[in-house]
């Protein structure tokens, strides 16, 4: 760092880490920012207020699931409408998502990790048992096969063959 004080980073056409990036926009536009960190906040409230009003029926009362990654999507979507900027918002991390859902709804939910650890964690009402959860995730994969989605047929797919390998690798252990 000693190096690079004085010298101009943007003629240099220096690269950031994804991750610094995102934390140098974040500070950038906050300080941007004309209100205060409370009304900051009220606008991550007001957002995840309505994340839980659209999905409070069919996770917690129709036991549905989500996967984490539609979770934060539909709530980065919310705070974008609120007027959080972009930049801002693409910094918002599932797992700040992950504890806010757990501190809101306790035992009501519960998460589950997938069996290829690269996808989502699914998200679903802890009254479901593993049957259930496997049920709707396929139901769900193959109801965007069948509207043309040809990615959820490929991961309908590999989903099927993982769950066919756990109970292989089960059925070994016995």
């Known amino acids: 760092m ?28 906050s300080s941007k920012s004309t209100g205060s960190d409370k009304s900051i906040q009220a606008e991550y409230d007001s957002a995840f207020l309505k ?4 999905i409070e029926q069919k996770l917690v009362k129709e036991g549905r699931s989500y996967d984490t990654a539609t979770l934060s999507g539909m709530y980065k979507r919310h705070l974008t409408d609120s007027g959080v900027e972009k930049a801002v918002v693409d910094t918002y991390e599932v797992q ?10 306790g035992k009501k939910i519960q998460f589950h990790q997938q069996y290829e650890r690269n ?5 679903c009402s802890p009254s479901l048992n593993l049957a259930e959860i496997i049920n709707l995730v396929v139901a769900g994969f193959l109801q965007n096969s069948v509207d043309g989605n040809e990615s959820a047929h490929v991961m309908s ?4 063959q993982g769950v066919r390998r756990t109970l292989a690798r089960s059925e070994d252990e016995h």
């Open 157 to 160: 797919m590999a989903f099927y």
């Open 51 to 54: 994340l839980v009003n659209e």
């Open 2 to 29: 000693m190096r690079i004080r004085g010298e101009d980073l943007v003629a240099m056409e220096a690269k950031y880490h994804r991750g610094c990036y995102r934390r140098y926009a974040a500070a950038a536009s």
């Open 119 to 123: 996808r989502s964690e699914l998200v």
């Open 96 to 105: 700040t998502l992950k504890r806010r859902l757990i501190q809101h709804y």
